[in-house]
């Protein structure tokens, strides 16, 4: 078993919202409080593309201009989970979706966006 849990994702008509939700069971608080986080996308023959970051510093965020407006990430401490709310989704975003945190990937999570 991993050390990052996903969850969320599936199929959604285009102009639709997902949220996604990476769990990291393994890590501990204080690891978790301050690794670099980050969701991945990979789209069919595609490379794996950098979709968002949140830093475990400064909490600043950053994001692919493709979902920018669009997309947003966070975090919950307490919880140990990171978050990806995709609004305003469009056939492009169809891809398999990986959480990050540090070097420890999740297992990825469809998201298909039907035109």
């Known amino acids: 078993q991993g050390q990052l849990a996903q969850s969320g994702g599936g199929l959604v008509p285009a102009g639709g919202s997902l949220r996604l939700t990476c769990y990291a069971s393994?890590?501990?608080?204080?690891?978790?409080?301050?690794?670099?986080l980050a969701w991945y996308r990979q789209a069919p023959g595609k490379q794996r593309e950098l979709v968002a970051t949140?830093?475990?510093?400064?909490?600043?965020?950053n994001f692919a201009d493709s979902v920018k407006g669009r997309f947003q990430i966070s975090r919950d401490s307490a919880k140990k989970r990171i978050y990806l709310q995709m609004d305003g989704l469009k056939p492009e975003d169809t891809a398999i979706y990986y959480c990050?945190?540090?070097?420890?990937w999740g297992q990825g999570t469809q998201v298909t966006v039907s035109s």
């Open positions: 949140f830093s475990g510093v400064t909490s600043a965020t």
């Open positions: 990050k945190a540090n070097t420890y």
């Open positions: 393994r890590l501990i608080t204080s690891v978790f409080n301050s690794a670099e």
